[in-house]
């Protein structure tokens, strides 16, 4: 037997296409849309995403890798984003390392394969560069 529908997805549906213009793609899940929905008030509310932020996202969304429109390396204090079999982690760069659940990770990497239990390339697997998701 299949799962049950989530009773809040037609609702954050409808949220999703109001704010942002379009239907969402079809496998994200409802936490992950209703976060991203805070997170756009959020920016509204705040003044919004960075000028340089959003030109890197439009070269992104016209097909340039993510590598190439990333022209400055990870700063302490940014957070990576992944959403794997259900759960939504948030990494962040820190100095000389990423942090995840309170511990300091020395690699993307050792983060990746603490997530999926396998040997993944770290950047990909959170969308630096190339495919996302991608194995190494």
């Not at 989530?6 to 496998?27: I, N």
């Not at 239990?117 to 770290?122: E, I, K, L, V």
Request: with cysteine; aromatic share 8%; proline share 9%.
């Amino acid at each position: 037997m299949g799962r049950k529908p989530d009773p809040a997805r037609p609702a954050t549906l409808a949220q999703w296409e109001a704010v942002f213009g379009s239907p969402p793609p079809p496998y994200l899940s409802v936490p992950f849309m209703q976060k991203a929905l805070a997170y756009e008030a959020q920016c509204k509310a705040l003044g919004g995403v960075p000028a340089g932020t959003k030109r890197a996202l439009k070269r992104i969304a016209t097909g340039e890798p993510v590598a190439a429109s990333n022209s400055s390396s990870l700063r302490p204090g940014a957070q990576l984003v992944r959403e794997w079999n259900g759960r939504t982690y948030q990494v962040q760069v820190a100095e000389g390392g990423f942090e995840l659940d309170g511990k300091t990770w020395k690699s993307l990497s050792a983060i990746a394969k603490h997530i999926t239990g396998a040997t993944w390339s770290g950047p990909r697997f959170f969308g630096l560069n190339g495919r996302v998701g991608g194995r190494s």
